[in-house]
């Protein structure tokens, strides 16, 4: 069995970087375990049934290896980060744009949109290598002989 807290961890860890910082937004155990949900989602073919868990004991059933808890993690912190744009951009709809410049740089935003793009393509890349592993070794290590 694996603790949520071990994939919390993760996720905290990349959403104290100084950008996602500036947000000043808090996040509860509840707003995690709704994040961990929405990873799960978005977790393509994994290896552990994720699905399998308890949310009252905030525990996955099954033991989960590395790269689940790294990829959940990857995972969460973007969909904390595509619900925070999504909050920024009703606040924008709210005010006049004056207002909303007083309020928050456009390039601050700007910065936090194209992290979202980098967030994807590392995300992308990370579930390609993940797919391509086999217990947690690399299918071309055992090509080689090994």
């Known amino acids: 069995m694996t603790p949520y807290s071990e994939v919390f961890k993760v996720f905290l860890g990349k959403i104290t970087d100084p950008i996602y910082a500036t947000l000043d937004i808090e996040v509860s155990e509840d707003d995690m375990i709704i994040?961990?949900?929405d990873a799960i989602?978005?977790?393509?073919?994994?290896?552990?049934d994720?699905?399998?868990?308890?949310?009252?004991?905030?525990?996955?059933t099954n033991d989960l290896g590395f790269d689940e808890i790294q990829l959940l993690g990857y995972?969460?912190?973007?969909?904390?980060?595509?619900?925070?744009?999504?909050?920024?951009?009703?606040?924008?709809?709210?005010?006049?744009t004056v207002e909303f410049q007083k309020y928050s740089q456009a390039n601050h935003i700007r910065t936090l949109m194209d992290m979202e793009q980098q967030d994807l393509r590392h995300i992308d890349?990370?579930?390609?290598r993940y797919s391509r592993r086999e217990n947690?070794?690399?299918l071309l290590y055992r090509l080689g002989g090994e």
């Not at 989602?41 to 552990?48: G, W």
């Open 35 to 37: 994040l961990l949900n």
């Open 50 to 60: 994720l699905r399998a868990k308890d949310d009252e004991l905030q525990q996955f």
């Open 75 to 96: 995972l969460m912190a973007h969909s904390w980060l595509r619900r925070t744009l999504r909050d920024i951009e009703l606040l924008r709809q709210s005010m006049s």
């Open 125 to 128: 890349n990370l579930k390609k």
């Open 136 to 138: 947690n070794t690399s």
């Open 41 to 48: 989602l978005n977790f393509e073919f994994p290896k552990i």
